[in-house]
Nanobody, 125 residues
């Protein structure tokens, strides 16, 4: 069964850090671009970041540039999202998704083939 599982969410104070993990089972992530999305209560699911399969090129939404870093460890079949300098507006459920594509990565949710169940991130004092 093809599955993505996110972990690493939690409650953190403003200015704090979290590292989210996205682990794949049933398939290898080597050939997939991976995206991170988030959905705050009452809002649509928004793209946060992605990393390509071929060359590890990364992209970020402007609001997280300089604070978040996406990376992948193909040996562990896992993608990470390091989140630093967290703000209350980063509060959301974070989802990872996999897109079978040979080059680049997309910010469009409908491009992605597989999704995880999400992990809650709450930034509050």
């Amino acid at each position: 069964q093809l599955q993505l599982v996110e972990s690493g969410g939690g409650l953190v104070q403003p200015g704090g850090s979290l590292r989210l993990s996205c682990a794949a089972s049933g398939f290898t992530l080597d050939y997939y671009a991976i995206g991170w999305f988030r959905q705050a209560p009452g809002k649509e699911r928004d793209w946060v970041s992605c990393i390509s399969s071929s060359d590890g090129r990364t992209r970020y939404v402007d609001s997280v540039k300089g604070r978040f870093t996406i990376s992948r460890d193909n040996a562990k079949n896992t993608v990470y999202l390091q989140m630093n300098s967290l703000k209350p507006e980063d509060t959301a459920v974070y989802y990872c998704a996999a897109d079978r594509v040979n080059y680049g990565c997309s910010g469009l949710a409908n491009e992605y083939d597989y999704w995880g169940q999400g992990t809650q991130v709450t930034v509050s004092s």
